[in-house]
């Protein structure tokens, strides 16, 4: 390789920093609308419905019985 292949212009390094801060500003627009979209949810409406827990006092007592 020739010396002027590997070095690192100016228009290299802007391109590399144009990368990165677009990069930057999409993953910040994208948390902040995530919290934005979190705050809209309705405060008394679960997230994910899940089946109630067993009642462990059947199973306690069942077992007392024998």
């Known amino acids: 390789m ?3 292949e590997t ?3 100016f228009a290299r ?3 590399i ?3 990165l801060s ?3 500003f999409a ?3 994208n948390i902040l609308k995530m919290y ?3 705050a809209a949810l309705h405060p008394s409406r679960p997230i994910a419905t899940s089946p109630p827990p ?3 006092d059947i199973h306690a007592s069942s077992a007392r019985k024998r």
Do not use: D
């Open 2 to 4: 020739k010396h002027y």
């Open 7 to 9: 070095k690192f212009s």
């Open 13 to 15: 390094g802007l391109g």
């Open 17 to 19: 920093f144009a990368w």
């Open 22 to 24: 677009a990069y930057v």
């Open 27 to 29: 993953l910040r627009f």
């Open 36 to 38: 934005e979209l979190y």
């Open 54 to 56: 067993p009642r462990m």
